[in-house]
């Protein structure tokens, strides 16, 4: 074999110098196009996209669809060797778009936006992209049926997450009962992330309503910010020891799945 030369050796050691050092930064914002350019997709290969969307609750921040995803790929970001795309803080509201500072963004007009997103993701070289959603309805849906569209059109993978489903398991491990919209589970991990914005002393058990079972009813606008999964339980609590313990669980059971998705479309080989 012909012995390496200095230049070589030296190109070596500095992919391997570039391998070990993080990145200034995580976030798309931030990052200048040099560095993305030395970085994506050599040394990084995924991308976390946060979305959700304004709308009530309970005694949370409007925003609290937006802060959830986005703390959750602050966290994640290191541990996976990652980058940040800008949040998508407008998203498909639903029947709680009648409460005030809501936002409703119509499905056509989504669809159309996030597809164009995920194209300039896997545009901009990205082998992986994370869409970590904070919203449910018919938003899901969507970000299911265009994740299947552009992913073999770009010829990228597309891991789509609904947080507060995956951890459904943990909900009961830290709270001995179900969850729901602004319950008991999205209180905790609002909580930890933006304490000084949940208003517990504005809550009141009068604001929450059980999600209807089957088609038995339905409502519109739903008359509750809070929407119970089953009746009886999921009342928000409010209790900081359980917040931090219910964000570090959601976070490694997001981690988890993201490592295993990945794991394998490598030993697929697939749009590799
Ligand atoms: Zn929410």
């Given at each position: 074999m012909k012995k390496a030369g200095p230049v070589a050796i030296l190109l070596l050691l500095a992919a391997r110098v570039l391998a070990q050092n993080p990145p200034t930064t995580r976030e798309m914002n931030l990052i200048c196009w040099q560095e993305f350019q030395e970085i994506v997709p050599k040394n990084i290969e995924t991308v976390l996209l946060p979305v959700g969307t304004l709308e009530p609750h309970g005694v949370l921040p409007n925003g609290s669809d937006n802060l959830a995803p986005e703390a959750m790929a602050r966290e994640l970001a290191p541990r996976l060797n990652a980058l940040i795309a800008p949040t998508l803080n407008y998203g498909v509201t639903g029947s709680m778009q009648a409460f005030p500072g809501a936002f409703a963004i119509s499905e056509e007009a989504y669809e159309l936006f996030i597809r164009d997103i995920l194209r300039g993701l896997a545009g901009n070289g990205f082998k992986n992209i994370v869409i970590l959603n904070g919203h449910g309805g018919p938003q899901t849906a969507i970000l299911k049926r265009v994740s299947a569209s552009v992913s073999p059109q770009q010829k990228v993978r597309i891991l789509v997450i609904n947080w507060w489903s995956l951890a459904s398991e943990e909900t009961f491990e830290v709270f001995g009962e179900n969850g729901g919209h602004a319950g008991i589970n999205e209180t905790a991990y609002i909580q930890h992330i933006?304490?000084?914005?949940?208003?517990?002393?504005?809550?009141?058990?009068?604001?929450t309503t059980p999600y209807p079972a089957g088609t038995s009813w339905s409502a519109e606008?739903?008359?509750?910010s809070i929407g119970l999964y089953e009746p009886g339980q999921g009342f928000p609590t409010f209790d900081a020891a359980k917040a931090d313990e219910y964000f570090a669980k959601v976070n490694a059971k997001v981690e988890t799945l993201i490592r295993d998705v990945i794991r394998k479309w490598d030993l697929a080989g697939l749009y590799r």
């Open positions: 933006v304490p000084e914005h949940v208003h517990k002393e504005r809550y009141s058990k009068e604001m606008p739903f008359p509750s």
